[in-house]
């Protein structure tokens, strides 16, 4: 059981770069997130997903698209890469308990940098 | 809307001390409330967590109880040890969303001395 993973672990992009972030999670999770955590702000909500399909904006979408084509799945993009996004970015998931006090349980995290 | 608030650190106690992270939160309805830990290297994992007014959430030594009438969420260890040292995050429930999101302080780095 692998928990929550993420590719790569580290990234170094141009400005004006494409990339995807992957995450995968293999506890049937029905939720999934994705953070980025930058210096003195804790974790910010980019996009999430309640289910295989769904996807919706969080805090700081602008920059970011997302998909969900299978459950286990949370791919995170970025169409042109600018060094405002030089964050480390973490992927999470979790049971999905509308409403509920649900647990969160999140992946190592992908260091990414914008030059 | 709601928010968490937590002390700036970094915090840097001596081993076997007495450790208090301190976390207030303002929220319009009653939220649950958690305490996340980052090692270094890794991603946020719970570490505790209390769901209504008076509850005690504890784990590996640590605790902190849900303060309805101060909107507190303290985080308390008798004696930290150098395996303590990581960033620590509190938060709670976001209640206005149908996501279980989570809205997350700010973090507070704490260094243990041997």
């Known amino acids: 059981n692998a928990g929550v993973t993420q590719t790569p672990k580290f990234r170094v992009l141009k400005t004006g770069q494409s990339m995807t972030l992957l995450c995968a999670q293999d506890?049937?999770?029905?939720?999934m997130y994705w953070y980025r955590q930058d210096p003195g702000m804790g974790l910010r909500l980019i996009h999430y997903?309640?289910?295989?399909?769904?996807?919706a904006k969080g805090e700081v979408p602008d920059g970011y698209n997302v998909s969900r084509l299978k459950k286990q799945n949370f791919l995170l993009g970025l169409e042109s890469a600018a060094p405002s996004q030089t964050s480390v970015y973490f992927c999470?998931?979790?049971?999905?308990?509308?409403?509920?006090?649900?647990?969160?349980?999140f992946g190592p995290g992908t260091r990414l940098t914008v030059l | 809307g709601d928010s968490v608030t937590q002390m700036e650190g970094p915090v840097t106690l001596s081993e076997e001390a007495f450790l208090t992270i301190n976390c207030t939160y303002t929220?319009?309805?009653?939220?649950?409330l958690f305490w996340y830990v980052q090692y270094p290297g890794e991603g946020l994992q719970l570490l505790l967590k209390?769901?209504?007014?008076?509850d005690k959430g504890s784990n590996k030594g640590f605790e902190a109880t849900y303060r309805k009438e101060t909107t507190s969420f303290h985080l308390e260890k008798g004696s930290v040890q150098v395996s303590d040292s990581a960033v620590y995050f509190c938060?709670?429930?976001?209640?206005?969303?149908?996501?279980?999101?989570?809205?997350f302080g700010s973090g507070t780095r704490l260094s243990i001395r041997p």
């Open positions: 506890m049937n999770h029905e939720y």
């Open positions: 999470a998931s979790s049971y999905g308990l509308a409403g509920g006090p649900d647990t969160q349980y």
């Open positions: 209390a769901t209504k007014a008076d």
């Open positions: 997903s309640v289910g295989e399909g769904t996807t």
């Open positions: 938060a709670l429930s976001d209640q206005n969303s149908s996501a279980s999101k989570i809205i």
């Open positions: 929220a319009t309805g009653y939220p649950s």
